[in-house]
C-alpha cells in the first residue's frame, strides 16, 4: 500500500529536549516536505527536498532542521524545542513539487512542548 | 497574511443541501489542488486543477478553476454525513514552496 509514514503520532516534550520526527515513504517520490498546521493559520511549509541530499527552507523553518540522506526518508529535527513549535505536523511526498502533482500525506505528529 | 483566502470559515448545512467554499489567491496558480482532513488527521487529495476553466468531479463534489485561474470554488452536491470535515485549497507559487488556505469546516446536520 502506498503511504507516508510518521512516528510518533502523539509526543509530550519538555523545552530544550532535542527531538526527530521520522517520515517514510515507499512510493519512490522525490518530493518531500514538512509542514505545521495551527489554527487560524492552515498548513504552512517548514522545509521541502527536492531530491537526496537537496533541501532548502520553506516559509517557516525557523527551530528545525531536516535532512534528506536517502530517498524514502525525511526527518524533522527539533534540536532545542520550544512551546511556540507546539502544533500538528505532516509529512508529505510527491513525484514533484505539488502543483503537478498529487501530494501524499501522513497521518500527522501532535507534539506538545511543556 | 494568508496567500490563499478561504471563504467562508466554517459551513453548516441541512443533510441534502449543496454547498460551495471558494478559494482565492492574489497571485496566478500554477496548479490548485483540494485536499479534505477529518480533525487531527491527514489529509486526503481530493482534486488538482491546473488549465484556466478547468471543471472536475467526483461523485459529488466538483471544483473549478477561473479563466484567470486566481479563483476556484469547490461544490458539494446533496450533502452528507460523510462530507463533514475541513477542506483545504493548495496552490503550487511556482518556486517549489506551496502555499495552503487555513481551510473551510464543514459540518452536516441530519
Known amino acids: 500500500e502506498a503511504q507516508v509514514t510518521q512516528n510518533p503520532r502523539y509526543l509530550i516534550t519538555v523545552t530544550g529536549k532535542k527531538l526527530t520526527v521520522t517520515c517514510s515513504q515507499n512510493?519512490?517520490?522525490?518530493?518531500m516536505s514538512w509542514y505545521r498546521q495551527d489554527p487560524g493559520l492552515g498548513l504552512r511549509q517548514i522545509y521541502y527536498?527536492?531530491?537526496?541530499?537537496?533541501?532548502d527552507k520553506g516559509d517557516v523553518p525557523e527551530g528545525y532542521k531536516v535532512s534528506r540522506k536517502e530517498k524514502r526518508n525525511f526527518p524533522l529535527i527539533l534540536e532545542s524545542p520550544s512551546p511556540n513549535q507546539t502544533s500538528l505536523y505532516f509529512c508529505?511526498?510527491?513525484?514533484?513539487?505539488?502543483?503537478?502533482?498529487?501530494?501524499?500525506f501522513g497521518q500527522g505528529t501532535r507534539l506538545t512542548v511543556v | 497574511s494568508q496567500e490563499l483566502e478561504q471563504s467562508p470559515q466554517s459551513l453548516i448545512v441541512q443533510e441534502g443541501k449543496n454547498l460551495t467554499i471558494n478559494c482565492t489567491s492574489s497571485k496566478t496558480l500554477y496548479g490548485l489542488y483540494w485536499y479534505k482532513q477529518k480533525y487531527g488527521e491527514g489529509l486526503i487529495f481530493l482534486m488538482m486543477l491546473q488549465k484556466g476553466g478547468e471543471e472536475k468531479s467526483h461523485e459529488k463534489i466538483t471544483a473549478k478553476l477561473d479563466e484567470k485561474k486566481q479563483q476556484s470554488s469547490l461544490h458539494i452536491t446533496a450533502s452528507q454525513p460523510s462530507h463533514a470535515g475541513i477542506y483545504l485549497c493548495?496552490?503550487?507559487?511556482?518556486?517549489?514552496?506551496?502555499?495552503f488556505g487555513a481551510g473551510t469546516t464543514v459540518t452536516v446536520r441530519a
Open positions: 508529505a511526498s510527491s513525484w514533484d513539487r505539488g502543483g503537478n502533482t498529487e501530494a501524499f
Open positions: 527536498s527536492m531530491n537526496v541530499e537537496v533541501t
Open positions: 493548495g496552490a503550487d507559487r511556482g518556486d517549489y514552496k506551496l502555499s
Open positions: 512510493m519512490n517520490h522525490e518530493y
